[in-house]
Each structure stands twice: as structure tokens, then as C-alpha cells.
């Protein structure tokens, strides 16, 4: 399984979120934060690519979709009202998921997930048969900064949107990176992290070997 692109996207936010949607080159109504830092970093991934219909989304995120979930709750708890229609819908996983494929022309199956770990076996298998895989890893901060801190217990607050284009072969593009060695494995601690990787594939050459609580692989450039 080869590595066709990446993009690294990660910001540190200091006094507010930053403003994701005027970085879009494609705009849609009704989008929120983490649907814009999601379809960011595909669009960075993808580079004015095309890839096949019928490839796979893979979609990564501990949280979700923080802070309309919040204003869904506040609406109905707080306020003691219907939330907005379209928060409500965007509170819903599959929706992003929704925005990536009517944005970026793809069919295939999507998939929104918990762990990068729990998605990369189920990409294999995707282009073991032959697909395409866009597999990313989205990470929101909650727009009250002090909230978040206090929720996560983290002085560093930081927004997130990594992304792998995957496959085993696209015409006319050389591969950047190789991904091998591929186990499953559980252990009480993991070694390596998301963002390890990442680093690895912006600055660095030879082979990577990444280690968490239930996944091991490589990665050869």
C-alpha cells in the first residue's frame, strides 16, 4: 500500500479558532468548524487531483463534531428549545462525510471511525481490491478556549486535519511512501502517535516504524 499524498495540517489556536472556510476553494452553506477543517485538509491532500468514483473515505476523530454538539445541548437543555435544523444534521458523523464526497466527486464507502488505528486495517483491505483511499484524522478545539482547557486538561490547544491519500498503483503519480508490515497487536501503551508519522513523511527519509496499542506498521520513503 503506497502513499500518494498527505497533508499536514495542524494549528495551534491561541485566542479563537481560525476561520477555515474562507481558505476553501469550494464554498457550502451550512458548513461549521469541523466540516471546514475536515474538507481543508482533503482539499490540501487531494491537490487538484482526481481520483475514481467509486474509492473510499475514511474519517478519523476521538470528539466528533464538539462544538455544534454543544449548541445542539445548550438549545435543548439550557434554552429549552429546538435546536437548529441543520446543527442538529451536523452533529450527525456521516454528514461530513456527506461534504466530502458531493465535494471531491467520490461514491465509494464511507466510513467515520474513532482511531486512525481502527481505520488503516480496513484502508488495506480497500486497496488491497483495488481502491483508492482518502484516510484522515480530524481533531476540533472547542470554540469557549477556557472549556476546552478545562475539559481536556491541555495548556497547548491545537485543531487538526491529517490526511493519506492511498493506493496501490495511480497512473501517471510516483508513490511518496510505502505503508508495510501491517499487524495487529494489543499492548497497554502505545510508542508512537498520529502526529509522529506525520512528521516523518514532512521532513524525513528511510523507515518509520510506528507503534500503537493496537496496530503496528511501517513506513519506507
Given at each position: 500500500?503506497?502513499?500518494?499524498?498527505?497533508?499536514n495540517y495542524i494549528d495551534v489556536v491561541e485566542d479563537r479558532l481560525?476561520?477555515?472556510?474562507?481558505?476553501?476553494?469550494?464554498?457550502?452553506?451550512?458548513?461549521?468548524?469541523?466540516?471546514?477543517?475536515?474538507?481543508?485538509?482533503?482539499?490540501?491532500?487531494?491537490?487538484?487531483?482526481?481520483?475514481?468514483?467509486?474509492?473510499?473515505?475514511?474519517?478519523?476523530?476521538?470528539?466528533?463534531?464538539?462544538?455544534?454538539?454543544?449548541?445542539?445541548?445548550?438549545?435543548?437543555?439550557?434554552?429549552?428549545?429546538?435546536?437548529?435544523?441543520?446543527?442538529?444534521?451536523?452533529?450527525?458523523?456521516?454528514?461530513?462525510?456527506?461534504?466530502?464526497?458531493?465535494?471531491?466527486?467520490?461514491?465509494?464507502?464511507?466510513?467515520?471511525?474513532?482511531?486512525?488505528?481502527?481505520?488503516?486495517?480496513?484502508?488495506?483491505?480497500?486497496?488491497?481490491?483495488?481502491?483508492?483511499?482518502?484516510?484522515?484524522?480530524?481533531?476540533?478545539?472547542?470554540?469557549?478556549?477556557?472549556?476546552?482547557?478545562?475539559?481536556?486538561?491541555?495548556?497547548?490547544?491545537?485543531?487538526?486535519?491529517?490526511?493519506?491519500?492511498?493506493?496501490?498503483k495511480i497512473e501517471d503519480k510516483e508513490p511518496i511512501a510505502k505503508?508495510?508490515?501491517?499487524?495487529?497487536?494489543?499492548?497497554?501503551?502505545?510508542?508512537?502517535n498520529i502526529d509522529e508519522l506525520f512528521s516523518f513523511l514532512d521532513?524525513?527519509?528511510?523507515?518509520?516504524?510506528?507503534?500503537?496499542?493496537?496496530?503496528?506498521?511501517?513506513?519506507?520513503?
Amino acid at each position: 500500500m503506497y502513499i500518494y499524498s498527505f497533508f499536514n495540517y495542524i494549528d495551534v489556536v491561541e485566542d479563537r479558532l481560525s476561520d477555515k472556510k474562507s481558505q476553501l476553494k469550494k464554498r457550502f452553506n451550512r458548513t461549521d468548524n469541523f466540516i471546514n477543517l475536515t474538507l481543508l485538509g482533503v482539499q490540501e491532500c487531494m491537490e487538484n487531483m482526481e481520483i475514481e468514483k467509486n474509492s473510499s473515505i475514511y474519517l478519523a476523530s476521538r470528539n466528533g463534531n464538539m462544538n455544534t454538539t454543544i449548541k445542539v445541548l445548550d438549545a435543548i437543555f439550557l434554552q429549552n428549545r429546538l435546536p437548529m435544523p441543520f446543527n442538529f444534521l451536523n452533529t450527525v458523523n456521516a454528514s461530513t462525510l456527506f461534504f466530502i464526497a458531493r465535494n471531491f466527486n467520490i461514491e465509494g464507502k464511507t466510513l467515520f471511525v474513532d482511531r486512525f488505528e481502527t481505520a488503516l486495517p480496513q484502508a488495506f483491505v480497500d486497496v488491497k481490491n483495488g481502491k483508492t483511499v482518502l484516510l484522515g484524522v480530524v481533531e476540533e478545539a472547542i470554540e469557549d478556549l477556557t472549556l476546552h482547557k478545562k475539559r481536556f486538561k491541555s495548556k497547548n490547544i491545537k485543531e487538526k486535519s491529517q490526511w493519506l491519500l492511498l493506493s496501490s498503483k495511480i497512473e501517471d503519480k510516483e508513490p511518496i511512501a510505502k505503508i508495510h508490515d501491517i499487524k495487529l497487536n494489543f499492548k497497554k501503551e502505545e510508542i508512537n502517535n498520529i502526529d509522529e508519522l506525520f512528521s516523518f513523511l514532512d521532513s524525513s527519509r528511510g523507515v518509520f516504524s510506528f507503534k500503537g496499542r493496537n496496530l503496528s506498521f511501517k513506513v519506507k520513503i
